[in-house]
């Protein structure tokens, strides 16, 4: 008597590998979070792109008080092993290009500027509780071209997000203090809240593409970057 044959039987493709629409929803207008990896292995010649996102619904960043008291802790943070070269502060974030010794230095320094600036506005403001809805984004900047333009994305921050602003450099950043610009810009008194760039990304090499116009924009930046 001959042997039937096996019939397979169809398996359900619902399990197993990604598919669309997995995972955690994405709530209407919400960025998605940072995902939680493991941060890359820092070099010391690399400058890091770092950008801190508010909570929903708190007092603007650029509000006077709470300015003052961010621009405060900023030029506070920096140590030996960190430094804090650029930043802009804008309504609902923060961004800063930083240097670090290592590893260790940057993932410290990183966090205590987090820390140093909810406290500081949270003093400033009168509240209490969590100032930050996402942990920070960090990201190497490797190539005078990438550090060019990671300078002028964060000091020109301002023109991304309030196009009508007719104002040349923007108050609420380092750029009052930045050398780097191709056209005059007033001289300020008050002492930098930033330091000086000690790596040759930001100290050289991106100078060697040319210096920047006070007429050019914050050029889109690459997937991954926030704000």
């Known amino acids: 008597m001959p042997r039937p044959a096996q019939l397979g039987l169809p398996i359900p493709a619902s399990w197993g590998g990604a598919r669309e629409g997995a995972g955690r929803p994405v709530i209407e207008g919400r960025r998605r979070p940072t995902p939680h990896r493991a941060r890359r292995e820092h070099k010391r010649a690399h400058p890091v792109h770092m950008t801190m996102r508010a909570r929903a619904g708190l007092v603007s960043l650029r509000s006077p008080r709470a300015f003052q008291a961010v621009r405060s802790a900023l030029a506070a943070a920096s140590s030996e092993g960190f430094r804090i070269v650029h930043f802009s502060v804008q309504s609902d974030h923060v961004h800063a290009i930083v240097e670090a010794h290592d590893r260790s230095a940057l993932?410290?320094?990183?966090?205590?500027?987090?820390?140093?600036?909810?406290?500081?506005?949270?003093?400033?403001?009168?509240?209490?509780?969590?100032?930050?809805?996402?942990?920070?984004?960090?990201?190497?900047?490797?190539?005078?071209?990438?550090?060019?333009?990671?300078?002028?994305?964060?000091?020109?921050?301002?023109?991304?997000?309030?196009?009508?602003?007719?104002?040349?450099?923007?108050?609420?950043?380092?750029?009052?203090?930045?050398?780097?610009?191709?056209?005059?810009?007033?001289?300020?008194?008050?002492?930098?809240?930033?330091?000086?760039?000690?790596?040759?990304?930001?100290?050289?090499?991106?100078?060697?593409?040319?210096?920047?116009?006070?007429?050019?924009?914050?050029?889109?930046?690459?997937?991954?970057?926030?704000?």
Do not use: M, Q
């Open 107 to 227: 993932a410290r320094g990183l966090r205590g500027l987090a820390i140093r600036v909810a406290r500081a506005v949270n003093r400033a403001l009168g509240r209490s509780g969590p100032l930050w809805g996402d942990r920070y984004h960090a990201r190497a900047l490797a190539s005078p071209r990438e550090t060019r333009s990671c300078i002028r994305y964060v000091l020109f921050n301002f023109r991304k997000h309030r196009p009508a602003d007719p104002r040349r450099i923007d108050p609420c950043s380092s750029a009052p203090w930045f050398d780097g610009f191709r056209e005059p810009i007033p001289r300020v008194v008050d002492p930098p809240p930033a330091n000086s760039p000690s790596t040759w990304l930001l100290r050289t090499g991106w100078r060697r593409l040319g210096l920047i116009s006070l007429k050019e924009f914050p050029a889109p930046h690459k997937r991954g970057t926030r704000g």
